[in-house]
């Protein structure tokens, strides 16, 4: 199985700066993604983003809040930009692996804007 | 819109007893639906998945109930352990390779 780290684990920023969250994964994927999971709530999907190509933005998140770059097979960031409390949330990345068809999950990087 | 629909939100089962989570879709395209457990701190993580060729899927204690005309899949864990008790999520996916879409999850707690 696919081991994705994720950093920072956590963080307190605040309002109004920027963080970019790392995904490093132990093998080469093509197709990563990155969800949004607010607390107690499901995990919503704001990009995917395979390398080669631009990310597609889910609708309600756009690029210039979430800019991704997936510069190879096995790195990807996502940036929070502009934060406010409502950015407060686990931000997942998650890769997927198509011989075994199975999406594999980081542990998260849990964000609270102050 | 809500594509994939769960119930309920939370359950509490006794040691030793059946867990059900139900789950519910509309678009007919998806064919693939996994369960994800997922404990505090920890992201999801597989725990069973069935296609709509078959009605049920079964993994020790874990099984997948699927009703392909009503739209429905379920998971069942038997013989419930404190251990069980996690955030469980469904999950639709209509193409290999794209994203999954998940419910909103159940937290399960299992008291001794």
């Known amino acids: 199985s696919a081991v994705i780290s994720q950093k920072p684990s956590r963080d307190i920023c605040q309002r109004g700066t920027s963080l970019t969250i790392q995904c490093q994964v132990d093998?080469?994927?093509?197709?990563m993604f990155w969800y949004r999971q607010q607390p107690g709530q499901s995990l919503t999907l704001i990009a995917t983003a395979n390398q080669g190509s631009e990310a597609t933005y889910e609708s309600g998140f756009v690029i210039d809040k979430f800019p991704i770059s997936r510069p190879n097979l096995t790195f990807s960031t996502l940036t929070v930009s502009n934060m406010s409390p409502e950015d407060s949330s686990i931000y997942l990345c998650?890769?997927?692996?198509?011989?075994?068809?199975?999406?594999?999950f980081g542990a998260g990087t849990r964000l609270s804007v102050l | 819109q809500q594509q994939v629909k769960q119930s309920p939100q939370s359950l509490i089962v006794q040691k030793g007893g059946i867990s059900i989570i139900n789950c519910a879709y509309e678009n007919t395209a998806f064919d693939y639906f996994p369960w994800y457990q997922q404990f505090p701190g920890k992201g999801p993580a597989l725990l069973i998945a069935?296609?709509?060729?078959?009605s049920e899927k079964k993994e020790g204690r874990f099984t997948i109930s699927f009703n392909k005309s009503a739209k429905q899949f379920s998971l069942h864990i038997m013989d419930s352990q404190p251990g069980d008790s996690a955030t469980y999520f469904c999950a639709a996916q209509s193409q290999a390779g794209t994203a999954l879409i998940f419910g909103k999850g159940t937290t399960l707690s299992v008291s001794s």
């Open positions: 093998s080469q994927v093509t197709m």
């Open positions: 998650s890769v997927y692996d198509l011989a075994k068809n199975i999406q594999y």
């Open positions: 069935i296609r709509p060729d078959v």
